[in-house]
């Protein structure tokens, strides 16, 4: 059974009022290239799905440029980077579209369930989790009245298979952080007390703040193959995959990375009055007399998008 | 909160699984990495989503796996099939060795020298070291199969084979030619299969006649001029072998068959023949008036194998050859027919022209006359190299190839193919 079709307006689908006209010849060719009217969708919502996308995104443009219109040249390199197929299902199944639905639990159920059960590495925690989403996704769930269905964010960018994968994992992750604070500390071995706080010489002292410019200082991609490898301890076959590059890529990009802040910590020991040799000494130094949390160097710090985002 | 942030903090789901499908560019991707590098949950995150893609990608390919009985017996003995399995792929690799080269060398039989009543050799002539007789036999007799006939080339094993026809035929492997006789006959040349003959015929027959081909090698007692009569023999051995192959195409000369038994040279009017074993499909009757010079008639089994492995251009193994005449065809492991000019110096493709792929080829001949070799051999020349003397026979030669349907073309060319 489909969801109810109470939803009928753009708005309540996510289809706001596009402003930016759409090239008829793009808007042809990519209603002929996906099935939206197997799905329910008729051109006008259709179009109107294409220009929410590309509104959003500013038809892949900098933000620099908002006055100035996407030309169909533009526009057309925009949603050809679309998964366009993907984004009308979403959008019908959003709906409430019968066939839609049908075609979405023909094709997608099973992956789903599987993928849940890959992410939790259990059957019945997998099936448990896929159900959630799927109920989720059917628009079980309310607000303010009104059904709200998860697949509204989806955009069309990457396949939908993807972003349901994704969408589990965050479910899943944020669902294992969410309970493990709540185990019971019975039988939980408390630390021993932080034995008293040891003035640092002044050497360390340098160190510490040497090494944590150098960290800060790299790029976001570093940054990230650091955090993958050293912190999360992925597989260097998993980051590759992630960032679209062979293995022996990332590799030699860490190698590189490594050598580069190694290179920088005794660039910054030098520029604060340390000799060469002096600099070399104190790398040496034990990492246990050291006051630097990498993790908490690097997860402590939030990227400076994302906190405008949260705060706007 | 925007539409790429969850929570606040956090990348929508969209952003993760684009970065991961590579789907997002340029500062866009450089925000969602910044982001990943600092938020372990995201990274988490987009690690557990690759590894479910990984999980669904296997399981998609990997086939459906069968049941297996915990206590199947044959398990217990998955060690013993192995080397099993290797001893008979030894086996059967050796056998099929065998068997080709049986099959390579088994067309070409050196038959013995023929010898007519006339007379029996000089005191002074130079006796042969090996030579075998044989003796006529009584009726006719059917040909012998010519892969037996190839291993039995032995002279001890002449005189057990079967008489392929009413006149005495010896097949042996003389290491040298015959021994000399003078007033000796000239070679004829018979097929392996004869009708029977009448008693005037049988009379007139030649007492001994070797089956297959029979070349004229010594008929000079001389030693002087010996030389220069081999040259002329050569010449003219040249000269039938092409005309044998324009008028018989179906009996196409093996490499080896070429190279006879002239291996010393005879004082002595003896003959050597060189039979090149045939298979019955080539047989060709043959009608004897009189104690004549032999004809010789090389011939080959319909699908030869060369004495070398051949080099298809396509780099493939043939999977079938034919040969006919100076037309050679195989087909190679995917279909492909290729054709030679030149005994499989050079090869062309042949294009398409059948439905299906191609597995076989192999060559056939519609008989339309029988070999009269009695003119020939009152010219004295042999039935080869007279194409104008009427005893070439009327064949028609033609290959036939066959698809994996079975259905079959045909072709005189081996260029131009016709559905049957």
Redesign the interface.
């Known amino acids: 059974m489909a969801p109810t079709e109470s939803v009928a307006s753009a708005a309540e689908t996510g289809i706001p009022n596009g402003t930016a006209a759409l090239d008829r010849a793009l808007a042809d060719e990519l209603w002929r290239g996906c099935d939206a009217a197997g799905w329910g969708l008729t051109r006008d919502e259709f179009e109107q799905i294409l220009l929410d996308a590309g509104t959003?995104r500013n038809f892949?443009l900098?933000e620099v440029s908002i006055a100035t219109p996407a030309t169909p040249k533009q526009q057309a390199a925009f949603f050809r980077?679309l998964c366009v197929a993907d984004l009308a299902l979403a959008r019908a199944c959003a709906r409430g579209n019968e066939r839609a639905w049908e075609h979405f639990v023909a094709v997608y159920r099973q992956?789903l369930t599987?993928?849940?059960i890959?992410?939790t590495g259990s059957e019945t925690l997998g099936r448990d989790l896929a159900e959630q989403l799927y109920a989720e996704l059917y628009g079980l769930n309310m607000r303010e009245g009104q059904r709200r269905c998860p697949l509204l964010?989806?955009?069309g960018?990457?396949?939908l298979m993807?972003?349901l994968?994704?969408?589990?994992?965050?479910r899943?992750?944020?669902h294992y952080?969410r309970t493990r604070r709540e185990e019971p500390i019975e039988g939980f071995d408390a630390p021993a007390p932080d034995p008293p706080p040891q003035t640092p010489s002044r050497e360390l002292s340098l160190l510490e703040r040497s090494i944590e410019q150098a960290v800060s200082g790299r790029?976001?991609?570093d940054?990230?193959l650091?955090?993958?490898y050293y912190?999360?301890g992925?597989t260097l076959l998993?980051i590759a995959?992630?960032l679209?590059v062979h293995e022996a890529t990332v590799s030699r990009k860490l190698r590189r990375a490594a050598d580069q802040i190694r290179k920088q910590i005794l660039r910054n020991l030098e520029c604060n009055g340390m000799s060469r040799r002096a600099a070399q000494e104190a790398m040496g130094a034990d990492p246990r007399d050291l006051e630097v949390n990498l993790k908490k160097l690097?997860?402590?710090?939030?990227?400076?998008?994302?906190?405008e985002?949260?705060a706007? | 909160?925007?539409?790429?942030?969850?929570h606040?903090?956090?990348?929508?789901?969209?952003?993760?699984?684009?970065?991961?499908?590579?789907?997002?560019?340029g500062?866009e991707r450089?925000?969602v990495?910044?982001?990943?590098?600092?938020?372990?949950?995201c990274?988490?995150?987009?690690?557990?989503?690759?590894?479910?893609?990984?999980?669904?990608a296997v399981?998609a390919a990997a086939p459906p796996r069968k049941a297996i009985e915990p206590n199947a017996w044959w398990k217990q003995w998955r060690l013993v099939w192995v080397p099993t399995a290797v001893v008979a792929a030894f086996a059967a690799a050796s056998i099929s060795v065998y068997i080709e080269q049986a099959d390579r060398h088994g067309p070409n039989i050196k038959v013995a020298e023929q010898h007519t009543t006339q007379g029996a050799a000089p005191a002074s002539a130079p006796a042969p070291t090996e030579q075998a007789e044989a003796v006529p036999p009584a009726s006719p007799a059917p040909a012998p199969p010519p892969a037996h006939a190839a291993k039995h080339a032995h002279p001890a094993e002449a005189e057990q084979m079967p008489a392929p026809a009413p006149p005495a035929v010896a097949a042996q492997m003389p290491p040298e030619p015959s021994a000399p006789e003078p007033g000796a006959v000239d070679q004829v040349e018979v097929a392996r299969e004869r009708p029977p003959l009448s008693g005037a015929e049988e009379q007139q027959a030649p007492p001994e006649l070797t089956a297959g081909t029979i070349r004229p090698a010594y008929s000079q007692p001389a030693s002087g001029a010996w030389e220069a009569k081999q040259k002329q023999a050569e010449q003219q051995r040249q000269a039938e072998v092409d005309t044998s192959q324009m008028r018989f195409r179906k009996f196409k000369a093996a490499p080896a068959a070429v190279h006879g038994a002239n291996v010393a040279p005879p004082a002595g009017a003896t003959e050597t023949v060189t039979v090149t074993a045939a298979p019955p499909l080539e047989t060709q009757p043959v009608a004897l008036a009189e104690p004549a010079p032999m004809l010789e008639i090389k011939s080959s089994r319909g699908v030869s194998t060369p004495a070398r492995p051949l080099q298809l251009p396509s780099g493939l193994a043939a999977v079938s050859i034919a040969s006919g005449g100076h037309f050679l065809l195989a087909i190679d492991k995917a279909g492909a027919l290729f054709l030679s000019e030149d005994q499989g110096a050079t090869w062309e493709r042949i294009a398409t022209q059948w439905t299906g792929r191609a597995v076989a080829v192999r060559q056939q001949a519609r008989d339309h006359g029988a070999l009269r070799a009695a003119p020939a051999a009152q010219n004295g020349t042999t039935g080869r190299s007279s194409p104008d003397a009427g005893s070439a026979p009327s064949l028609t030669v033609f290959f036939e190839l066959s698809n994996n349907k079975n259905q079959t073309w045909v072709s005189t060319d081996g260029r131009t193919w016709t559905s049957k």
């Open positions: 959003a892949g900098a980077g992956p599987r993928a849940a890959a992410i964010s989806y955009r960018r990457g396949s993807a972003w994968r994704t969408t589990l994992a965050q899943h992750v944020d952080r790029d976001a991609e940054r990230y650091l955090a993958a912190l999360d992925q998993g995959r992630v679209g690097l997860q402590n710090s939030q990227s400076e998008a994302f906190q985002q949260a706007s | 909160m925007t539409a790429t942030s969850q606040g903090f956090h990348p929508d789901a969209e952003s993760l699984s684009a970065l991961s499908e590579q789907a997002l560019e500062r450089a925000e990495l910044a982001h990943l590098a600092v938020c372990g949950r990274r988490q995150v987009v690690a557990l989503a690759r590894e479910a893609a990984d999980a669904g399981t």
